[in-house]
């Protein structure tokens, strides 16, 4: 076993993982879709008014302190459609209700306007954008979206690409003889494998994600490359389960270990194979794609 494997194995849980565990699913105050007779500026009635109580913030904004915490708390309220598309946001009004400062604001409204899910034009002030404009591959959106109302939507939606984006890096990845990345990925089914021997779930799912990772970067197509982050939003997102990879199991072992011995001796049919194994062992999704034909 590698340092990396060890280390893995005997490392203490972190206090922040960023994993979803069991009940978490609701945590967030999500209001109903906006009803059409919601008009004029945005309520705020229902937001948390103690940003430090906040009970879970998302990769993109952990440890940012008020600034990442205001956009962790706008970017749910919008994603939710509690602050629905075209309303107005206001800076003095965000800073009154939220007690910080125009600089917290203005810098929050910045980072969400990078998202595509708010505009700021002269004369017209900051609005928010519709679905339309937003960027559904940011890490952040995907989470929000998965803990939201459209989190059926959103689950169903990273299950289909990953149907498609990870069978292909699995197919390239045959053909290269990293050994180093290779090395890392029996390492990562051997965290696996002893995490569910001891039904530590956390560990196992931060293997998965790891091991997910690993392959795309293996398959030597920088694009795909830009893409991981997607996976691994949607394995630390999964909230239920949804492919293979979403809860420790014997099946989902057993495709993890197929795939390194697949790329293991250049078998690029075989990875692929196996990977859509993977990703389709659970009902639900053989429902969204067909699964994969013997050979």
Known sequence: MSTLA????????????????????DRYPYAEAPGADRVGVPSWDGADTDLGRMGRRS??????GLHGQLVQQLGQMIVSGDLGADRPLVPEEIGQRFEVSRTVVRESLRVLEAKGLVSARPNVGTRVRPVSDWNLLDPDIIEWRAFGPQRDDQRRELSELRWMIEPLAARLAAGHGREDLQQRLGDMVEIMGHALTQGDSLTFSRADSEFHSLLIQLAGNRMLEHLSGIVSAALQVSGGPVTGCDRPTEAALVHHSRTVDALATGDA?????????????????ERVVPAPREH
């Open 6 to 25: 060890h280390t893995m194995m005997t490392a203490s849980r972190p206090a922040d993982s960023g994993l979803a565990g069991p009940g978490e699913l």
């Open 59 to 64: 990769a993109g904004s952990r440890g940012r």
């Open 269 to 285: 049919m075989a990875a692929e194979t196996a990977m859509r194994q993977l990703l389709t062992v659970h009902p639900e999704v």
